[in-house]
């Protein structure tokens, strides 16, 4: 039998990783978010890389045993990593769908996102929001990233 080289303790790492990476990437979000204007492309990559985030933790929180190792791992009896797997999670999937429910799409099934403007000389420009239409993606932000210690 081969070398294991997978297990709790790297599945646990794992998702530690991704959370401290999407708390670093959530504040930069909404950071610029804030501070004004940015492009459609930026609001549709909080989104894909917050879906990458919940499947990690998903995939992690799944894992058998892994209530006790992450305990065990911050010696507090009380630690419930199970609870908080959803709290991340429950935040960046209320930033996921405002992005889908706020974004210009067609009215079909499935839906075509409205992201560039095809201008009359032929060239593309890349949709811009305002400060003032990110507002309540700001707000999911934020949530997420309190729900990160």
């Not at 990437?25 to 492009?39: P, Q």
């Not at 996921?96 to 560039?116: L, R």
């Not at 000389?121 to 890349?126: H, K, L, P, Q």
Request: aromatic share 8%; glycine share 4%.
């Amino acid at each position: 039998m081969p070398f294991k080289t997978d297990g709790l303790g790297k599945a646990y790492q794992k998702a530690q990783n991704e959370s401290i990476r999407v708390k670093q990437f959530a504040t930069n979000a909404r950071n610029a978010l804030v501070a004004g204007t940015v492009s459609a492309n930026a609001v549709i990559q909080i989104m894909t890389n917050l879906k990458s985030s919940i499947e990690v933790w998903d995939s992690v929180s799944a894992l058998s045993g892994i209530a006790q190792f992450a305990k065990d791992q911050e010696n507090d009896p009380a630690y419930d990593v199970v609870a908080e797997f959803l709290a991340m999670r429950t935040e960046a999937v209320a930033a996921v769908d405002w992005v889908f429910n706020n974004f210009p799409k067609d009215n079909a099934s499935p839906f075509y996102i409205i992201k560039d403007i095809l201008e009359t000389d032929g060239s593309i420009t890349v949709r811009q929001f305002t400060s003032g239409q990110t507002t309540g993606l700001q707000t999911a932000l934020a949530d997420l990233i309190a729900a990160i210690a």
